[in-house]
Structures are given as structure tokens and as C-alpha cells.
């Protein structure tokens, strides 16, 4: 289900998802999913995962009896699969209402969104529909959210200019990827003087120090490969690879995809970052020195127009295209809609660009994130990036509820080494500004 099929999209032409409603075993009609029907299926994967999330379900267990959450009504416009369901599952159970969204119209598993919660999201959404998925989450007669969890800013953007009383009184915002916290920072940088247009307190997810190790880079290095070969099937030793940003992402695709015997070359504006790909040994070149011999495209920066029409046109035939950064604005898409240039459906996320002279590239995911369109991604991940998500100062401490699941034991300061380093017996062990 996560690559999804020709019947898939078939299914779609027949049926408006929108205006399709349907009951779960309990009579809860208030979502609007693909299939009900296979929740026996999505129910089996929730189980399956659960198993992988100790962290999370540690948490769920120990809170629970405290329902530190009641009163939050939670809009949620994250990925829907099922390791964000036992995440979403997690919120209710400690006291949260919630109605969620997808973030990405490709990420969502179908048969992973039956509950008694609201869920508005289903597999290939028109952008048409992405919008209304977000706008049922918003508001009802008998519902309105007090506090956004994002992941990219669309709900937090959308609630701002369509609902702007609504975005006056709301409590809290989470973002969870960078370009999101960018439209945070852009509503508060104004003119001297000028009122910030953020009505509440924000937090940024990506200061935790675990998720950008977890969430980014170690999540990159597993997802960059199982994305390539799910798609394309490509065999990935001795081609040439050109990874444009060498941030958390960038430093776990590079690294990944030197292991699978690529030679690998990284473009970077930041010139720490570029120093820190050299001496990892990646040569650092210019996109327009090498774009005619590259195999393999891969954007991570988080950046606009990265990859454009200039580049598309000296590309080798057969090259393949793909963005792991969040935001689908790498890769210059407005441009690939030209009428000189055929494109050919290969897969429900898999398009042959063919240009005016038979030279084809191979497009993953119409430029959006390749490891949430075309993978199911990591449980453990998903757990120790979840439980970050509910507390303010996001305490280091909380990484410690993962081990147990990888059965590891941590060694204990006596009082003498304690005292001897300044810190607590129990932690923190590092100042808050370490970073890891």
C-alpha cells in the first residue's frame, strides 16, 4: 500500500473519496477515508508497529491515569500511516480531541486510518482536496482547534488566512519540519514595531536533540535507499549520485548511498557544511559542473528552485530525480510542465519526463519527499521523535525510554563521579547547548 498501484489510481477515478461517507464497525461517520473495509488490515500493522515503539507506549502508560492533555483539541496534519496512528492514538488516550490531516498528499496508508477519531486523508488526494482534507479539521458546528501539530506549516498557513479569528485563539503551535518553522519565523519577522502575526507560543520540534539525528539523519540513510529501489529498482553501485545539501538529510543519503557503492558528489551553500562533507570526503562541486554525468539526482536542502530547467535540459537520459527534503518546491516543477515535454505515468509515483529530443528523466513522487511517498518509514523512528512532542523543553531523558527496545543498559555514575562532573546521578549529563 505504501507505493500504492495502476488499480489504486483506478479506484480513484471512479469514487470521490469526498463525497463518499462511510461508517466504521461503530457507527462513526465523521472522516472521510478510501476504504473503511480494510481496517482489519491497518489494525494488524498498528499491533505490528507498536511492538517497535517502546518509547511511545511507555509514555502512553505512564500518563495516562493523568490525562495531561484534556482540553487540548488538537488539529493534526501530519503523515498518516501506521506508525503516526499509534502516535495519534497516543494523544487521545491522554486526554486530547483531535481531527487530522495529511501533510503529503502520496504519504498517507489507506487501510491505516480506521479509529474513532476523525481522519481526513486518503491516498493521491487532488490539491483540491488536500486543502478541504484541512479545512474539515479546522473547524465544525461543534469543534474548533486550540493548538496545531504540523508537519510543513500548510494547516498552520491555511488557518492564518482563512480563519483568522479562529488562528487568534489558539493556544500552542508544534512544527515538526524546517521549512514549517521558516513560515513561523517569516509571520514574526515584521517591520520594527509591527505586531507579530503568531497569536500563541510555537515550538519548534527541530531544537529537540534527538529529532534531527532520528527524524533526519538516520531516517534519510535507511529511507533514501529503500526509496530508490522500491520505485526504480535501480542497481545503485558505480553510479554517479550528486546530493544537493549536505544538512542532517544530506549527511545521511551521502552516506548511505557511498555503502551502496555509489560515488557521490554533494553541492552546498553553507560553508561549514561544506567543509564537514569534505572531510568526510565527498568532493564539493557546483550542480551546473557535473549535472551531464550524474545517474541519480537527490535534493535535501529545504530550498526553492534548486534543481530547473537549465539543469533538466543537460541531463542524461535515464537520470533519475528525486527530493528528500520536506518541501516540494526543489525541484522546479512549474517548469517540467512545458508543453515541449511528454510525460509518461510508470508508476502511481514514478513519471518518465520525455523531452523533444528521446531523452527521458525519471521522476519520483512528483518532486515531493521520496521517503514518505514511495516507503513506510521507520517505527522506532516515528516513537522517539513522538515522544518529543508534548513537552516544552523536550528533556534529553526522554530518549532513554527507547532502550529498553534495543536492549541496551546504561552504565550509572557512583555519588564520586557525580560530584567529580557536576551533574545529577540521573542527568541531564551534557549543558543544554551540547550538541550531540
Known sequence: SSIGSESDDEDASRLN?????????????DFRVKRISQHQFGRREIDLVEQEMGGLMTLRKKAAADQPLAGARILVCIHINAQTAVFIETLAQLGATLRCCSCNIY????????????????????????WWCIEQC???????????????????NRM???????????????????????????????????????????????????????????????????GLKRTTDVMLAGKTVCVCGYGYVGKGCSQALRQMGCIVFVTEVDPVCALQACMAGFPVVKLDDIIK????????????????????????SGCILCNMGHSNTEIDMSALQ????????????????????????????????????????????????????????????MA???????????????????????????GPFKPHNYKY
Not at 525519471?362 to 521523535?385: K, P, Q, W, Y
Not at 527496545?405 to 562532573?421: C, K, P, V
Request: glycine share 6%.
Open 138 to 156: 479546522i473547524e465544525t458546528e461543534s469543534w474548533s482547534a486550540n493548538l496545531i501539530l504540523d508537519d510543513g506549516g500548510d494547516a498552520t
Open 338 to 397: 512545458d508543453k515541449r515535454l511528454t510525460w509518461e505515468r510508470v508508476r502511481s509515483t514514478v513519471d518518465h519526463i520525455i523531452f523533444p529530443d528521446g531523452r527521458r528523466i525519471i521522476l519520483l513522487a512528483e518532486g515531493r519527499l521520496i521517503n514518505m511517498s514511495c516507503i513506510s518509514f521507520s517505527s522506532m523512528v516515528v516513537s522517539v521523535t513522538s515522544c518529543t512532542e508534548d513537552v516544552y523543553l523536550l528533556p534529553k531523558k
Open 107 to 130: 504519504s498517507t496508508q489507506n487501510e491505516a486510518t480506521e479509529a474513532d477519531i476523525p481522519i481526513f486523508a486518503w491516498r493521491g488526494e487532488s490539491d483540491e482536496d488536500f
Open 17 to 29: 473519496t469526498r463525497d463518499h461517507v462511510q461508517r466504521n464497525s461503530r457507527g462513526f461517520a
Open 400 to 426: 532513554s525510554l527507547h532502550l529498553p527496545t534495543l536492549g541496551a543498559q546504561l552504565t550509572e555514575l557512583n555519588d564520586d563521579q557525580a560530584r567529580y562532573l557536576g551533574v545529577n546521578k540521573a
Open 160 to 226: 492564518s488566512k482563512q480563519f483568522p479569528a479562529l488562528f487568534r485563539q489558539l493556544r500552542g503551535i508544534v512544527e515538526e519540519s524546517i521549512p514549517g518553522v521558516h513560515r513561523l519565523y517569516q509571520m514574526c519577522s515584521r517591520e520594527p514595531g509591527a505586531p507579530s502575526l503568531l497569536p500563541c507560543p510555537a515550538i519548534n520540534l527541530c531544537d529537540s536533540v534527538v529529532k534531527p539525528r532520528f527524524d533526519t539523519y538516520y531516517m534519510a540513510r535507511e529511507g533514501i535507499i529503500d
Open 293 to 316: 554525468k550524474v545517474d541519480i539526482l537527490v535534493t535535501c536542502t529545504g530550498n526553492k528552485n534548486v534543481v530547473t530547467m537549465r539543469h533538466f535540459e543537460r541531463m542524461k
